[in-house]
């Protein structure tokens, strides 16, 4: 495996503990607005935190959406289409999906104030606003869609190029299942989005997803992969070298 493959598998790896840690901050911070009885009156007291948290979610998004993109040189060379729906979903769509709630969590601060200052009537009606705003259910479904047919394409094609044991592409293929379920459930109402039931049901691809950063950092892709990739890929150019000069 040559050093920028090397380079590349680190980098990755990292992005996903980055990713990770980024999302986990997040909730962590923005815990005290989200349990609260009234989350807009406790924003005033907490928006440092909720704007910080909506920059972490700003954090996630990014280093996500940059794994397809460092993957894409690589994972072309054994199937573009799959390679480019990859980048699509996880590095296009995605990434729109964590603009939309971080930008959603931001504007909780100025509705906040006006609900403070205003003392309206009517709170009900900005309390629903609030909840709407700081829960993103309808943003979470999307991303859950979204997230869930870009790994699928990831860990098939990791599957099928062995960059990485099949053991670890094969228990990535499996846990989109729960997650997937999770997010149906959470969609439909069946469970909260911070449940232990949802929490447990994520776990499986939270697991894997770790080991499969830590895996990259120390061990890299395979090398006879890559090389299979690179091979593949040079003789689809000269097919279509030999077809353009027909």
Known sequence: MTNANKTTARVVGALYIVGTVAGILSLVLTG??????DPLLSVSASETWLVVGALFVLM???????????????????NEALALGY????????????????????????????????GVSDASSFQALGTLLLEAKEIGSI????????ALMFYYLLYQ??????????WGLIAIVPYFAAGLLAMFGTIDALSPTYAILDLPLALQEMVLAIWLIVKGFSSSAVISGSARADLNDSYRSSLSRA
């Open 87 to 118: 980048v699509v979903f996880r590095g296009g769509f995605e990434a729109v999906a964590y603009l939309a709630i971080a930008t959603s969590w931001l504007l909780l601060v100025p509705l906040s104030q006006i609900y403070v200052r205003a």
């Open 143 to 150: 991303l859950t869609i979204v997230f869930c047919l870009g």
């Open 60 to 78: 996630m998004g990014l280093a996500l959406a940059m794994v397809p993109v460092m993957m894409f040189p690589i994972l072309r060379k054994h």
């Open 161 to 170: 190029t062995k960059l990485v044991p099949r053991w670890l592409s094969g």
């Open 32 to 37: 005290p607005v989200r349990n609260a009885q």
